[in-house]
């Protein structure tokens, strides 16, 4: 092979992913080189892959990153020479930027196109979609305002960003001071900020428990603006109320919850849900009539919550919303669904981001230590599982009686220490609620009851909690140190992730992860799924088999229930 | 001998006449007795078959090789097809081919069909052959190879590949080809052309690194291993062209021909572009040269197991470490690193053909720099077990030693027999147990206790001995010889000595004495005395006849043969061969066995032997020219009478060659024969001037004709036959044309 030397610490692949050596001595120096271009895709503990996305590459070339300067920098950490095609693709994507500039036009309802490229601007005049988007004008196109969202999504899916230098709404101005004697911001979440608003609009992806919360209110702060906070969950909302009293000044009548029917109040810094968003009522323009009830409002700043979460409709509502400013959150930029090109289209590209492992080695999150439990499942559970159809075998697995005796090992192991349990089939939960005697949180749980029963485990009144899939997201439980899950919504990896963010928060001794699994059945394989995600990040699973004969759950779990779920003992 | 060829066609001493043999070997007739049984002697020595090879120069080890290459017998052309590649031309190989001929190596024969043949001589030629085997073999020095390696050709890719098709359906079609949509699934999978991945896939087909289980390809993960290693125990082949290699580069197309020539009978010729697939191989060039060396495999383990269940093999691994890992994982990306990934599926696949637990987290671990995460290995622990496989087949089950395979799998290939496990074969049940006994003792593997009825063998049978062919060890002399023709060819002296005998050969054709319009052939002649040998200047005068014979040549051909001769001995060498024209009246001759099943090819000329004065006195008659095969050689004498003088018969006419009155007796001549209508001596005797060196490589008499003879027109006389001929060849006419007409 070409110009061997081991002395550089990538290996650059024909498919534009980069191999980066962990325990390479020149690790951080190629870390610090591809970050600025690459796309950290997985970061398992020896071996970190980067990709040369387009997405990637274009976020980069928005930042000012020089094609010349990608090409060297790789060249500076690789260990052979670059392949040819993939110099000439990163040119290629690279040259694509800035072929579409979207700026602001003749008058405020109405901005220009200009398309450096002709057979670009052939396609954009004879594909009829994107040909209903815009008008031509001589050497170049008029665009008008309300199309804004839809061309940029239209141009990228044919392979051209559309670099958007049009003008954004300040939306009315609010005056956010923020609490700077209780906190100070970490140095990631600083830069987070600064990187946002330079382009006033991109995502930030950070770890579950690094702060993400905090970064939007910095991002309001510096923007003053008024601002919409669309989050996943009513809980959620109830969380950034509660950060937005503890970390500014914000009087109570300047934050609202937007509840539709319940309190349609709206204040200058409304939070709102995005199934609330989404419901479709009403004879507005969009036919969405939360949507415009709210979008009339003089909006500075829009703050996506949980972006990996947006709904399909949300993303064609933000494409109403593209003169706003729009700041997106995450700790996993995984869809199931694969539209992150909708994120980057129409929030905005990734504009910050940290690994979960450096964040962990830097103290900032708790150190976590991810166990799989696996447990035979008794005979009789057998024999229904081989029996039942494909569809049904998930939930006899996950409600394998011989779990809760696991959970009560496990419990006992950790016993003085805050613990969640969380699944996704309810039987088993509430056997499992029953049996550690906690509360449980589901998703007939009132409001009323949720907060409750947060705050006795904050406060320690409880030391168990059980949560069904309500908890997955946006659930700030910082003194929980041991996760215990029981099961699971198949494969999901990004529910796994979110799950262990939930003891993610930093804490002496560390967290504990533990997800239970019955032996030779589907859920060793929807758990091999699941921890793809985290395994990437750089965590490891350790395997612990708990198959020796179970103790009989008869007795725990036949205890009648008392009173509601959410409040069993 | 590390050649499958056989030299069927090499001809034997015994089998040349002796005057062909005087010629030859340029000694008189007389002595032909002698040297006939000295040579015999000889050439059954090693030593001086040794030594002759070592005096002769390395052109002609060149055209030696390739004439027992050929079986011992070629073509002039195709030989001179072959020469090519070596930087001869026609005029470098008739030289060269004169210098193995001059010391009875090689004998030039006339097929039936007139096609000029070089034949090696027996029993000299079965020592020649190992010796020259690889003179073929163009030494480069292997330090200035550079290496062209393809991102989607080369052994890592190749055995990751091969590796793959445990993994992956890799069917082929009746016709034993490969189908192409796994293929293309393959490919894409992992990221090169479906081309490539298809050439290395047959490349692995060929070298039996993969092998059709039914109608699927299977990797054979122990030959795989050995390719790794850079041993293929399938294909002997490779394991000489190794031996061949030793620490030098050798130039590709000679190193495709070892190959090539190496292949035991049934074995898939290697496509010249495969070599570089080939672990223990790197090809490349040599100053622009293709070449190719060994490649001792190396590497570290270098590789990374993660947690997530990936396998990352930098370029530095071993490759060994590329089949282990390919054994029990799914190929995501071969690329510069490779990425594999362990899933449940590939494990129970390794499990299937008995790997265990144990021995997966073994290769994976040598594979890697860190210790397997505990979850893959507790996952790879709970597959493996989990894995069950079995195969239900009834027959008759043959059990041999596994490196016996390949001496058995020909010997049952009659019965449909399915190779189930290394070294077991299954047979189907109809199939008598005779028969196959005799098969297995054909092949050399003795039948030593039949199979349990349980199935399980109580006795293996034998043959364990069999191991694959290797390429025998190479004689010093020949490596010596080679070594000599490497440099010839790089045009680099060798042990401080240049081979200029084709410089020599060259210079002197380069540059002839041009034949001035104003030259006569003495001229000429006193020209090339004067500038070779003052002796032969000297004796010219007294070497009135051959100066008188030589004059009668068109100046041009003159030229041609005067550079053909360094001294005047050489001269007279020449001259006597043209006077004995090419042919004997011999009932053995030469090119008879060779020329077709019959053995009998009709001479050029109808030899007479008996009622020789009625002949001669008919031809006395009619001036008719005849071929009188004499004790010193053949005359052509344009016979005028028969006479007696005293009690001897006395034979007068006219010497057409020297044009001098000859009166011969009748006892001297031992065969008669008349000359064809189209008889010219000139053509005869020296051919034009691309041919001049061509004539000793007839055995007969029979020449192509250089040009219609000249006829009067019908009813006139022809002219006089002292004036010069008609046709325009220089000659008289009596020595030329005139035979047509009387005839």
């Known amino acids: ?569 | 001998m590390p050649s499958s060829t056989e030299l069927r066609a090499a001809w034997q001493l015994q089998d040349i006449p002796d005057d062909a043999l005087a010629d030859f070997l340029r000694i008189p007739r007389t002595e032909v007795g002698g040297r006939r049984a000295a040579l015999a002697r000889q050439m059954r020595d090693p030593a001086w078959i040794a030594a002759t090879l070592e005096g002769l120069p390395a052109a002609t080890l060149v055209i030696l090789h390739l004439v027992i290459e050929a079986g011992g017998l070629i073509p002039d052309d195709h030989l001179a097809d072959l020469a090519e590649p070596f930087g001869l031309s026609e005029r470098d190989c008739v030289a060269a081919i004169h210098a193995a001929i001059h010391c009875g190596l090689a004998v030039p024969l006339m097929s039936r069909g007139q096609q000029r043949k070089i034949a090696a001589v027996q029993p000299a030629a079965a020592l020649v052959a190992p010796l020259v085997a690889g003179v073929d073999l163009l030494e480069l020095p292997a330090a200035e190879l550079v290496a062209a390696e393809s991102p989607a050709r080369n052994p890592r890719v190749f055995l990751a590949v091969c590796a793959a098709a445990r993994h992956t359906e890799i069917k082929l079609t009746a016709s034993g080809l490969i189908h192409r949509t796994p293929v293309k699934r393959l490919a894409k999978q992992v990221g090169i052309d479906d081309a490539s991945l298809d050439a290395l896939l047959r490349t692995g087909l060929c070298v039996g690194v993969l092998a059709a289980d039914g109608e699927v390809v299977r990797p054979d993960l122990a030959a795989l291993a050995a390719a790794a290693e850079g041993r293929y125990p399938r294909y002997p082949a490779l394991a000489a062209l190794a031996a061949q290699l030793g620490d030098a580069a050798l130039d590709g197309s000679s190193a495709a021909a070892l190959v090539g020539r190496s292949l035991p009978s049934g074995h898939a010729s290697l496509p010249h572009q495969a070599l570089g697939d080939l672990p223990g191989f790197v090809v490349g060039t040599v100053k622009g040269i293709e070449a190719c060396r060994r490649q001792p495999p190396g590497g570290a383990a270098a590789g990374h197991v993660t947690p997530s269940f990936e396998v990352f093999l930098p370029p530095e691994s071993r490759l060994i470490d590329v089949v282990h890992v390919g054994g029990c994982c799914e190929w995501e990306r071969l690329d510069r690193a490779f990425v594999a990934r362990i899933t449940r599926p590939s494990i129970a696949r390794a499990v299937a053909v008995g790997d265990t637990a144990e021995q997966i987290l073994a290769r994976l671990a040598a594979a890697s720099r860190h210790p397997i995460p505990q979850n893959v290995e507790a996952a790879i622990r709970d597959w493996a077990g989990g894995a069950m496989s079995a195969t239900i087949a009834t027959g008759h089950v043959i059990v041999v030693d596994a490196s016996a395979s390949v001496r058995v799998a020909p010997a049952l290939a009659r019965f449909a027999a399915r190779e189930v496990a290394p070294g077991v074969f299954l047979v189907d049940k109809d199939e008598r147990i005779r028969d196959i006994t005799v098969a297995l003792g054909r092949a050399g593997v003795q039948h030593r206790e039949a199979l349990a009825s349980g199935g399980a063998p109580s006795g293996a049978a034998a043959g364990s001995e069999a191991a694959p062919a290797v390429a025998a060890a190479v004689a010093p002399e020949a490596e010596r010889l080679r070594a000599r023709v490497s440099a010839w060819r790089r045009g680099e002296p060798f042990e401080g000595v240049r081979d200029d005998f084709l410089d020599k050969h060259r210079a002197a054709h380069t540059a002839p004495p041009a034949a001035q319009p104003g030259d006569s052939p003495r001229a000429l002649l006193e020209r090339w005395a004067a500038r070779l040998d003052p002796r032969a200047r000297r004796d010219l005068p007294r070497l009135a006849a051959i100066v008188g014979a030589l004059d009668l040549l068109p100046a041009s051909e003159l030229a041609a043969l005067l550079d053909d001769c360094d001294d005047l001995d050489q001269l007279i060498a020449a001259f006597a061969r043209l006077a004995v024209q090419r042919t004997r009246p011999s009932p053995q001759q030469p090119s008879q066995a060779g020329a077709g099943p019959r053995g009998q090819r009709p001479p050029a000329l109808l030899w007479q032997t008996e009622d020789l004065r009625e002949r001669l006195r008919r031809a006395g008659q009619h001036g008719e020219a005849l071929a009188l095969d004499l004790a010193t050689g053949v005359r052509h004498v344009e016979i005028s009478r028969v006479m007696q003088r005293g009690t001897t018969w006395m034979v007068l006419g006219e010497d057409l060659a020297s044009a001098d009155a000859v009166a011969l007796p009748l006892d001297a001549i031992r065969a008669i024969a008349a000359l064809p209508d189209d008889f010219d001596i000139d053509s005869d005797a020296l051919d034009d001037d691309d041919d001049d060196e061509d004539d000793d490589l007839d055995d007969d008499l029979e020449a192509p004709p250089v040009r219609r003879p000249w006829r009067p027109a019908e009813g006139q006389a022809g002219p006089p036959g002292h004036v010069l001929c008609p046709c325009g060849s220089g000659v008289r006419y009596r020595s030329c044309c005139r035979a047509v007409v009387t005839a």
């Open chain 1, 1 to 569: 092979m070409i110009s061997v030397s081991a002395e550089h610490p990538a290996i650059v692949q024909g498919d534009r992913t980069v191999l980066l050596e962990v325990d390479h001595v020149r690790y951080e120096e190629g870390r610090d080189i591809l970050s600025r271009f690459a796309e950290l895709e997985r970061s398992p503990e020896h071996v970190h892959t980067y990709r040369l996305s387009a997405l990637a590459l274009w976020n980069a070339a928005a930042l000012g990153v020089k094609t010349d300067e990608v090409l060297d920098g790789l060249r500076a950490i690789s260990r052979f020479e670059l392949p040819g095609h993939v110099e000439h693709e990163i040119r290629d994507l690279m040259a694509r930027h800035g072929v579409c500039r979207l700026v602001d036009g003749p008058d405020p309802a109405t901005l220009v196109l200009h398309v450096q490229s002709e057979p670009v601007r052939l396609h954009l005049s004879r594909e009829p979609k994107l040909a209903a988007l815009v008008r031509s004008a001589g050497d170049h196109f008029l665009v008008p305002v309300g199309h804004r969202g839809a061309l940029k999504r239209g141009l990228l899916a044919v392979g051209y960003p559309v670099e958007d230098t049009a003008g954004l709404v300040d939306g009315a101005p609010l005056g956010v001071a923020v609490k700077h004697d209780s906190f100070t911001p970490y140095p990631y979440q600083t830069a987070a900020v600064r990187a946002f608003r330079a382009t006033g609009h991109g995502v930030v992806v950070l770890p579950c428990g690094a702060g993400k919360t905090l970064i939007g209110v910095l991002a309001m702060a510096e923007l003053g603006t008024r601002t919409l906070v669309l989050t996943s969950s009513r809980e959620a909302a109830a969380q950034w109320r509660r950060e937005l009293r503890a970390r500014t000044w914000l009087g109570d009548d300047a934050v609202a919850i937007y509840e539709g029917a319940r309190n349609a109040a709206v204040a200058p810094v409304t939070i709102t849900t995005y199934s609330m968003l989404s419901k479709r009522a009403g004879s507005g323009t969009t036919g969405y009539t939360h949507f415009d009830r709210l979008s009339r409002e003089p909006w500075g700043l829009i703050i996506y919550d949980e972006v990996h979460l947006v709904p399909a409709p949300i993303f064609r509502l933000t494409a109403e919303l593209q003169a706003r400013r729009r700041l997106g959150l995450t700790a996993t930029l995984v869809r199931e669904d694969g539209r992150e090109h909708d994120v980057f289209a129409l929030i905005g590209p990734k504009r910050y981001e940290v690994g979960w492992r450096v964040l962990e080695h830097s103290g900032h999150i708790a150190a976590a230590t991810c166990f799989e439990v696996r447990v035979a499942m008794p005979a009789e559970v057998t024999a229904s599982y081989a029996v039942a159809p494909p569809r049904d075998q998930p939930r006899i697995a996950a409600e394998n009686p011989a779990k809760l005796a696991a959970l009560r090992a496990l419990v006992e192991r950790h016993a003085g220490e805050r613990i969640l349990i969380m699944g996704t089939y309810l039987e088993s939960l509430r056997a499992a609620a029953r049996l550690v005697g906690s509360p449980l949180v589901t998703g007939d749980s009132t409001h009323r009851e949720r907060e409750a029963a947060y705050a006795a485990f904050r406060s320690g009144e409880v030391r168990i909690l059980a949560l069904s899939r309500v908890g997955n997201f946006a659930i700030d439980l910082p003194e929980a140190a041991v996760l215990i899950q029981i099961s699971g919504t198949m494969g999901s990896r990004q529910e796994e992730a979110q799950r262990l963010g939930r003891v993610l928060r930093p804490k002496p001794g560390g967290a504990s992860f533990y997800t239970i699994v019955s032996r030779h059945s589907c859920e060793e394989e929807l758990a091999l799924h699941r921890q793809l995600f985290l395994t990437e990040q750089g965590y490891r699973f350790f395997i612990e088999d708990m198959t020796g004969p179970p103790a009989p759950p008869e007795a725990a779990a036949s205890r009648p229930p008392g009173g509601s779920d959410a409040l069993l003992n």
